[in-house]
C-alpha cells in the first residue's frame, strides 16, 4: 500500500514546516521564506539528486497547497472591507493608481522585453506588482509602525491591491487555462466573468442564506460547513476553469457580511495557516534549485527594476495621504516587500506549461519568481528594519 | 477625547486614542485575543511598544483600569472556608424579586444550591429557618454553598438573572 510511505513523507513534510517555522521564530523572520527553503531542501532536484529518499510532489501535497491558495484568499475577502475602501476612496485610490501604474507598468515592460509575448508579460507583471500582506503586515506590527501614520497608506494600497488581483487572477487563470487562439480565450475570460457575477450576487444576496448556514451552536459543525462551502465553491470554478482563489475570495466576501466574521476568522486560521504553509512548501517542492540559478539574469533584471518602482511609487503614495518625506520613504520600504500573490501568481504561470505557454517560458518565469520572492522578502524586510539609515539621507 | 477606530486586515482592529499633550495610545487587538499597547509622544514621534499582552492578560488588566476588578480581598464580604462550601452573608434589598416569598417559593435551594442556615432580621437571628419562613427587605441570609452557588444566590438576590 503505497499509503505507508504516504503518510510517511506528509509527516517529514510537516516537519521540517514547523522546524524552519521555529527558526523563523527565533530568528525574528517572516516564515515564509523558509518553508519554501525547507521545501526545496527535501525535494527530487536536492535531496534526490544526492540519492536520498526526498519528498515526492504527491497529491496530497498538491491538494493542500491548493487548499492553502483558497484560505489565503478566503481569508482575504473575508477582510476585506469594501466600505472601507470606499470611505477613504480619494486617498487609496490615488495612492493604490499611482502603486498599480508603476509597477504594472514596469513589469509589463520587462516581461514583453523578455518573452515578447503578451501572456508572459502579464504574469511578470503580476509578480512584481503585488506586495506581500503577510509579511508587511508582520513587520508593520514587529517594529511598531502600526502605530504611526504610515501604516494608512500601507494597509490602504494592500487592500487597493487585493480588489486588483481578484479581478487580475480571475483574468489570467482563464487566459492560462484557455485555449491559445483569441476566440477561446475571450471564452474562458467570459465564462470567469460569468461565474464572478454569480458570486457577486451571491455576495450581495445570500448573507441571510449564510447565516442560517453558520447559525449552530456547535463548533464542530460550524467549521464544518464554513471549510464546505469554501471548497465546493472553489473547486466548482476550478471545474469550469475559473481561478479557484478568486472564488474563495467572493465566497470569502461573502461570510463577511454575516454577524459570524469573528467567529470565522477565530475557528479557520489555524486551517489557514497550516494549508498555506503546506502551499508555500510544495512551491520549493517544485521548484529547481538549479533552474532558478540559471534564472539569476532575470531575477536580477526583476529586482533592480521593480525594487526601486516600489520604492518610488510607495513614496508618492505616502504623499497622497499627506505624510512628510520620512514616513513617505518609510511605504516606499515596505511596499518593496513581495511574497505569496506572486508565488500564486507563479504557481498560475506553471500550471500553462505546454498549454498556452511554451514549456520552457513557463518554467522559467516560475523559477524567476520564487527566486524573485526569496529576494524580495528578504530585502523589504531587510529595509524596513533600517530605515533610520535611509531617512538620514533625506533633505530636511 | 477621540478614540479612532480602524481594521488591521489579518490581524484585528486598531484602536487611537488620543492623551493630552499630542500623546496618544494605540491599542492594536489581534483576532486571537493578543493585545499591543504603543504610546506615541507626538505627531512627528514613533510608536512605541509599551505592552505584548495575551488574551487573557488584557482582559485583567482592561477590568482594572475600568475599575471592574473585584477578585482582590474584599473585607465586606466575609467569607469562612467549609472544605469546598463557604459562608456568606447576602442581604434582600427592597426591590429584591425575592422578598415576600417565603424560603421555599423563592425556590433558593433548587435554583442555586446553597441553603440558607440562618437569617438576621435586625437584632433577631432566625436560625435554621424552615421553608415557610418569609423572607423581608432588609434581611441578611447566611448561606452556605459553592463559591458557584454562592454567585448564583447573589445573582438571584439581586434579581439579575
Known amino acids: 500500500m503505497a499509503a505507508e510511505t504516504a503518510l510517511l513523507e506528509v509527516g517529514v513534510m510537516f516537519a521540517a514546516i514547523g522546524a524552519v517555522g521555529f527558526l523563523a521564530g527565533r530568528l525574528g ?51 476585506f472591507n469594501l466600505d472601507r475602501l470606499l470611505a477613504d476612496r480619494t486617498r487609496i485610490g490615488t495612492a493604490g493608481m499611482i502603486d498599480l501604474v508603476v509597477n504594472f507598468g514596469v513589469g509589463l515592460a520587462v516581461g514583453w522585453l523578455l518573452f515578447g509575448a503578451l501572456l508572459p508579460a502579464l504574469l511578470v507583471a503580476g509578480v512584481v506588482y503585488i506586495s506581500s500582506s503577510a509579511i508587511i503586515t508582520k513587520s508593520l506590527l514587529d517594529l511598531g ?33 484557455g485555449g491559445g487562439d483569441v476566440w477561446s480565450a475571450a471564452r474562458s475570460v467570459g465564462i470567469a466573468f460569468g461565474f464572478i457575477v454569480l458570486l457577486l450576487v451571491l455576495v450581495a444576496a445570500g448573507t441571510a442564506l449564510f447565516e442560517r448556514l453558520l447559525d449552530t451552536p456547535s463548533s464542530e459543525y460550524f467549521i464544518l460547513r464554513a471549510v464546505g462551502v469554501t471548497v465546493l465553491l472553489a473547486g466548482a470554478a476550478l471545474a469550469v476553469g475559473v481561478s479557484e482563489a478568486v472564488a474563495a475570495f467572493f465566497v470569502g466576501m461573502a461570510f463577511s457580511a454575516t454577524e459570524y466574521v469573528h467567529d470565522l476568522e477565530t475557528a479557520l486560521s489555524s486551517i489557514r495557516d497550516v494549508f498555506a504553509a503546506v502551499f508555500f512548501f510544495w512551491i520549493g517542492l517544485v521548484t529547481d534549485p538549479f533552474v532558478v540559478v540559471g534564472a539569476a539574469d532575470v531575477i536580477l533584471l526583476l529586482v533592480v527594476l521593480t525594487a526601486p518602482a516600489k520604492l518610488l511609487s510607495g513614496f508618492y503614495g505616502g504623499r497622497a495621504y499627506a505624510l512628510d518625506d520620512r514616513r513617505s520613504l518609510r511605504v516606499g520600504l515596505a511596499m518593496v516587500t513581495r511574497g505569496e500573490f506572486s508565488l500564486i501568481i507563479a504557481a498560475v504561470a506553471l500550471s500553462g506549461a505546454g498549454g498556452t505557454l511554451p514549456v520552457e517560458t513557463a518554467e522559467t518565469i516560475y523559477a524567476a519568481a520564487v527566486g524573485y520572492v526569496l529576494v524580495m522578502s528578504a530585502l523589504g524586510t531587510t529595509l524596513m528594519g533600517a530605515s533610520g539609515r535611509f531617512e538620514r539621507f533625506l533633505p530636511s | 477625547m477621540r478614540v479612532y477606530e480602524s481594521e488591521v486586515p489579518g490581524v484585528g482592529r486598531k484602536f487611537e486614542l488620543e492623551l493630552t499633550g499630542g500623546t496618544s495610545a494605540v491599542v492594536v487587538v489581534h483576532h486571537d485575543g493578543r493585545c499591543e499597547l504603543f504610546r506615541r509622544d507626538g505627531p512627528d514621534a514613533d510608536g512605541e511598544k509599551i505592552l505584548d499582552l495575551k488574551g487573557e492578560q488584557a482582559n485583567r488588566l482592561g477590568s482594572i483600569l475600568e475599575g471592574a476588578y473585584f477578585e482582590s480581598v474584599d473585607v465586606d464580604s466575609l467569607s469562612v472556608p467549609l472544605g469546598e462550601a463557604i459562608i456568606e452573608w447576602v442581604e434582600v434589598g427592597a426591590d429584591s424579586p425575592v422578598a415576600g416569598e417565603t424560603l421555599g417559593s423563592s425556590k433558593i435551594r433548587t435554583e442555586t444550591g446553597a441553603s440558607i442556615i440562618a437569617i438576621q432580621r435586625g437584632e433577631e437571628t432566625v436560625a435554621n429557618p424552615d421553608p415557610e419562613t418569609e423572607l423581608e427587605p432588609g434581611d441578611l441570609l447566611v448561606a452556605v454553598g459553592t463559591r458557584e452557588e454562592q454567585a448564583e444566590l447573589a445573582a438571584l438576590i439581586e434579581g439579575s438573572t
Open chain 1, 29 to 79: 523572520l517572516s516564515p515564509i521564506p523558509f518553508y519554501i527553503l525547507a521545501g526545496v531542501g527535501l525535494n527530487e532536484f536536492v535531496l534526490g539528486a544526492a540519492g536520498l529518499p526526498a519528498v515526492s510532489n504527491g497529491e496530497f501535497v498538491q491538494v493542500g497547497a491548493e487548499l492553502g491558495i483558497v484560505f489565503l484568499l478566503f481569508f482575504l475577502g473575508l477582510e
Open chain 1, 145 to 177: 509602525w502600526i502605530a504611526n501614520p504610515e501604516s494608512a497608506p500601507m494597509l490602504g494600497v494592500l487592500v487597493f491591491e487585493d480588489l486588483v488581483i481578484a479581478v487580475y487572477l480571475a483574468v489570467v487563470v482563464a487566459l492560462v487555462s
